[in-house]
């Protein structure tokens, strides 16, 4: 695409918004208060606003490669800080895809330079479930179900964090761990039980009361 025409683009978008509501940067302008942090991968055909029909302003988001939250990451930890304390938002989403490249790299063994410790998170994650992986023979069901475990792994990292068990506390914060299927479209709700697996967990790394 010839890049004078994302500003094109981007003129018209402007003649659409406001024809649909003269004062929508006015609006915009006043700043922010998301009810969502939604911590998502960086694939570029997965969209954040867009796969949840909500508009700017109402989701606050973070992406990366494969949709981690290492507690190394400055970025990701920021992230949390600032939604949680500053935003106060009231649900936290982390939401993987399948067909997902970080995913499939990761399971590869393979020296991917910068990525590898990146990557390793991801490998960690296979460790922890290996009993459970290495059950299933088909490895594009492999594949699906590691996509799926990594965004349980780090739902349970964000729990982990003083910011989100401070806000559990005073305002009932709840975190979520879905599936965008880039197959069909479909947003899934991997329904996990997060008292269940944090019950043996919480007295190593519970910070608040």
């Known amino acids: 695409m010839d890049i004078k025409k994302i500003f094109e683009n981007n003129r018209n978008w402007i003649v659409k918004q406001l024809k649909i509501d003269p004062n929508y940067f006015k609006k915009l302008s006043k700043g922010q208060s998301p009810e969502f942090l939604y911590i ?92 459970v992986l290495d059950t299933i023979t088909n490895e594009e069901e492999k594949y699906k179900k590691l996509i799926e475990l990594n965004v349980q792994e780090q739902c349970i990292n964000i729990i982990k964090t003083a910011e989100v068990q401070k806000a559990n506390n005073e305002r009932e914060l709840k975190v979520y761990g879905w599936i965008f299927d880039i197959h069909s479209g479909k947003l899934i709700d991997l329904n996990i039980n997060f008292a269940e697996i944090l019950k043996d967990i919480t007295k190593i790394y519970k910070i608040s009361d």
């Open 40 to 131: 998502g991968c960086s694939d570029s055909r997965v969209s954040a606003e867009e796969l949840m029909g909500l508009e700017p302003g109402d989701v606050f988001v973070h992406r990366n490669i494969a949709n981690m939250v290492p507690n190394t990451d400055l970025n990701s930890m920021s992230v949390i800080n600032y939604a949680v304390v500053h935003l106060k938002v009231n649900h936290i989403i982390v939401c993987g895809h399948y067909g997902c490249g970080g995913v499939h790299a990761a399971m590869q063994q393979s020296d991917l330079g910068i990525l590898n410790p990146w990557l390793r998170n991801i490998r960690d994650v296979y460790r922890i479930h290996r009993k």
